[in-house]
């Protein structure tokens, strides 16, 4: 049995429960982090036992913001230990940051309610809210919150500012809505340390870093279609040479996607046997999504990711750039 | 004689009057462009005559929004055409964004409404509305629009929105509250056009700005104080191998701040005769007005300028270097 539940029915779920395990998605990223930690905050702070699980190691700059999260779990201690299960921001059910004792099915043997804001979710848990006009799962979180009628501490303030944030790329994507907005006012209001989350996000980046972006930018970047595909594959050695990780690489794409006349924008880098590939549009009627999934890929209209199993970085660039060729032409009168 | 006057009465006077100049502070920024347009476009929708005055040209990026303005103004044409001037974004007197023919006395003698969000703002105008607290003049021009009880129109939301987005560095710096991101709220609720104002203002980045950019960050960058204080002299052949000008130079000190660790920033670069030199600070606690202050300059405790007229860039690191490791020290216990 899977069905959806009202935001107020979701709220139910979690007064009524004591014991209650939080999860996210793999790979974390500063919403999956901050919605499970601040609903971790929120419901510690109504006197209940609430634990985090986070299997994998959590991106550097966020750490900070963490405390000491489970980074394992058994079987049975997940039937022993909790009375309800709350996934966050994770659309996919074999995407759920569970561990390997632990998998999709099990978990939704239990009481799993799967809160997310992803178009297409296909967890399939008991009882599902879903609501895919939020910027981000943290947005769903603080509505959540608001619906019990219990006071948002400091901490869960500050890490739902944090997931908002991350998810909205400061407020400037086109995910921001004015309840977007509203709801971070009363995270500020709530006491939310924004200058923290703003440092930690915005003005935290290693010297290096820059260094290695810098380099990037001058030798790698690659224009076509009078300038409105930009596009660079990152070689290697670029890698080395800066010990940089694409795990640190969420907003590197921007690079591309700020200059002046682009409307879509691809990164590309060799992972294992194959090439990654991350794209951007900035305008809506040029959406990257189909670009994606017609190479097996998915994501948003403005927001895309591919995985190619081909032999060499030029090929990945020749096969995107006569997609994005057919996607951008004709050029529209000015 | 010069009176502050409430929210409620300045808004009177919008309503009260039919033929309305607006003004600004020299070199036009985001927020001064956005606010003094907003309001003209608000006021043009409640039937009024309505000019906006920027005798020096628009920043290249935000042009697009301007349509048509007055470049110049005589004293005849300002008695004879307009019975109420509004001031908006302008701390001193003599940056009155006014042309030759006028003067701040000459507009002190008039029906001139002072609207301003600076602290100390000294233009001593008959009529003042100074909110501090606000983080644009463009946040306080959307609570006038609001006092005046009139809707406002797409057009006057989008500009309003570009002021605020460019004074708080999208929602960034300390000077956004609640209420900053509650008005920015109901600038999207009323038809703001926030995908336009990002594109231009974060994704329309000159490619050889770009470049600029990453060759300043590879060659120029100089940390010191344990990485707490990043600073870097402009030499004036990057100037000139990118084409760049500092009128396009908004947010460039930000690369500087960005870097993790960095508790100060400064960046230094020759005008005319002297060095102009941009701070900024990352945490409240370590103020850098007071060292601009010190030197001749002035600001915000997190932003400020100062113009030294010394022999060389050497000559102006060491002077800031100095008053930088008065600042830092003694470093706190971690």
Same mark, same amino acid.
């Given at each position: 049995?899977?069905?959806?539940?009202?935001?107020?029915?979701?709220?139910?779920?979690?007064? *009524?429960?004591?014991? !209650?395990?939080?999860?996210?998605?793999?790979?974390?990223?500063?919403?999956?982090?901050? =919605?499970?930690?601040?609903?971790?905050?929120?419901?510690?702070?109504?006197?209940?036992?609430?634990?985090?699980?986070?299997?994998?190691?959590?991106?550097?700059?966020?750490?900070?913001?963490?405390?000491?999260?489970?980074?394992?779990?058994?079987?049975?201690?997940?039937?022993? /230990?909790?009375?309800? !299960?709350?996934? #966050?921001?994770?659309? /996919?059910?074999?995407? !759920?940051?569970?561990?390997?004792? @632990?998998?999709?099915?099990?978990?939704? =043997? *239990?009481?799993? @309610?799967?809160?997310?804001?992803?178009?297409? /979710?296909?967890?399939?848990?008991?009882?599902?809210? !879903?609501?895919?006009?939020?910027?981000?799962?943290?947005?769903? %979180?603080?509505? #959540?919150?608001? %619906?019990?009628?219990?006071?948002?501490?400091?901490?869960?303030?500050?890490?739902?500012?944090?997931?908002?944030?991350?998810?909205?790329?400061?407020?400037?994507?086109?995910?921001?809505?004015? &309840?977007?907005?509203?709801? %971070?006012?009363?995270?500020?209001?709530?006491?939310?340390?924004?200058?923290?989350?703003?440092?930690?996000?915005?003005? =935290?980046?290693?010297?290096?870093?820059?260094?290695?972006?810098?380099?990037?930018?001058? =030798?790698?970047?690659?224009?076509?279609?009078?300038?409105?595909?930009?596009?660079?594959?990152?070689?290697?050695?670029?890698?080395? &040479?800066?010990?940089?990780?694409? *795990?640190?690489?969420?907003? #590197?794409?921007?690079?591309?996607?700020?200059?002046?006349?682009?409307?879509?924008?691809?990164?590309?880098?060799?992972?294992?046997?194959?090439? &990654?590939?991350?794209? *951007?549009?900035?305008?809506?009627?040029?959406?990257?999504?189909?670009?994606?999934?017609?190479?097996?890929?998915?994501?948003?209209?403005?927001?895309?990711?591919?995985?190619?199993?081909?032999?060499? %970085?030029?090929?990945?660039?020749?096969? #995107?750039?006569?997609?994005?060729?057919?996607?951008?032409?004709?050029?529209?009168?000015?």
């Amino acid at each position: 049995m899977s069905k959806s539940v009202s935001l107020e029915e979701a709220a139910g779920f979690l007064l *009524r429960h004591q014991r !209650i395990l939080v999860l996210a998605h793999q790979k974390p990223d500063g919403d999956a982090l901050g =919605s499970v930690l601040g609903m971790r905050s929120f419901l510690r702070n109504l006197g209940k036992q609430a634990d985090a699980l986070f299997p994998s190691p959590l991106p550097e700059r966020y750490r900070s913001f963490a405390g000491p999260v489970l980074t394992a779990l058994s079987r049975q201690e997940a039937e022993r /230990n909790y009375d309800l !299960i709350v996934l #966050l921001d994770c659309a /996919n059910a074999e995407r !759920i940051a569970c561990g390997p004792a @632990l998998d999709a099915d099990f978990l939704r =043997s *239990r009481n799993l @309610l799967n809160i997310d804001h992803h178009v297409g /979710n296909n967890v399939g848990a008991p009882y599902n809210y !879903i609501d895919s006009t939020a910027s981000a799962a943290s947005e769903i %979180a603080v509505e #959540l919150a608001q %619906a019990t009628g219990k006071a948002i501490p400091v901490e869960a303030a500050t890490l739902w500012y944090l997931g908002i944030l991350t998810d909205t790329g400061s407020f400037r994507f086109t995910n921001t809505t004015g &309840k977007t907005l509203r709801l %971070a006012a009363d995270l500020l209001d709530a006491g939310a340390d924004s200058e923290r989350v703003v440092n930690a996000v915005y003005f =935290s980046k290693p010297r290096r870093q820059q260094q290695f972006e810098a380099e990037l930018l001058q =030798s790698c970047v690659k224009t076509a279609l009078d300038g409105r595909y930009a596009y660079a594959s990152i070689p290697p050695e670029l890698f080395a &040479k800066y010990d940089f990780d694409m *795990r640190d690489g969420e907003g #590197l794409i921007d690079l591309l996607r700020e200059i002046d006349g682009t409307v879509v924008a691809a990164l590309i880098y060799r992972k294992n046997d194959s090439y &990654k590939v991350s794209m *951007r549009s900035k305008l809506r009627e040029f959406p990257v999504d189909p670009i994606a999934r017609s190479l097996g890929g998915g994501g948003h209209d403005m927001a895309a990711g591919i995985t190619l199993a081909l032999p060499d %970085a030029a090929a990945v660039e020749a096969v #995107l750039l006569d997609k994005v060729t057919g996607l951008l032409r004709p050029v529209p009168e000015p």
